[in-house]
């Protein structure tokens, strides 16, 4: 396999991985209510309260579902960059929490959720290079199609 397709496959499975993590963190929001002042806010736990626990689920389900459909089609540009955006989002509220407003302490949490954007955000950035273009085409299913279509 060329690097293309290797690097390509990498990004796809590390959006796939962030996608899981975002929907058991959103789950977790649903199931419990003092998620966001104990693992979070926890500088502030007012801040934390059950209605915005639950804005906060639907936020990581969204986020989850722009990752994942962008590990589904990677060629899609659009969602690429939307999916870049999301990390680059998540990275800077969580950094800004943390320090320019702390309402956040260093914490676990904290920590994977710049850890998993912090790693995300170059990786996104050298796919751009990868992923641009879309794959070749594969001939065997254009051979198959032709012999269906006739």
């Avoid at 639950?54 to 690429?80: E, M, P, Q, T, V």
């Avoid at 302490?105 to 992923?131: M, R």
């Amino acid at each position: 396999m060329n690097a293309k397709v290797d690097f390509t496959y990498l990004v796809r499975v590390w959006i796939t991985v962030v996608s899981v993590v975002n929907v058991g963190d959103s789950l977790q929001c649903f199931i419990d209510n003092s998620l966001l002042p104990r693992r979070i806010y926890t500088l502030t736990p007012d801040y934390g309260n059950p209605a915005f626990g639950r804005i906060y689920g639907i936020f990581l389900f969204l986020l989850a579902a722009l990752r994942l459909s962008c590990a589904i089609d990677i060629h899609n540009k659009s969602l690429y960059n939307l999916t870049f955006l999301s990390f680059a989002l998540t990275f800077g509220n969580t950094f800004l929490e943390t320090v320019l407003y702390k309402t956040a302490d260093v914490n676990f949490t904290v920590l994977l959720n710049l850890t998993l954007s912090g790693i995300s955000i170059p990786s996104l950035l050298l796919g751009f290079k990868f992923v641009s273009e879309e794959p070749a085409p594969d001939l065997e299913s254009d051979k198959f199609l032709k012999k269906k279509q006739s």
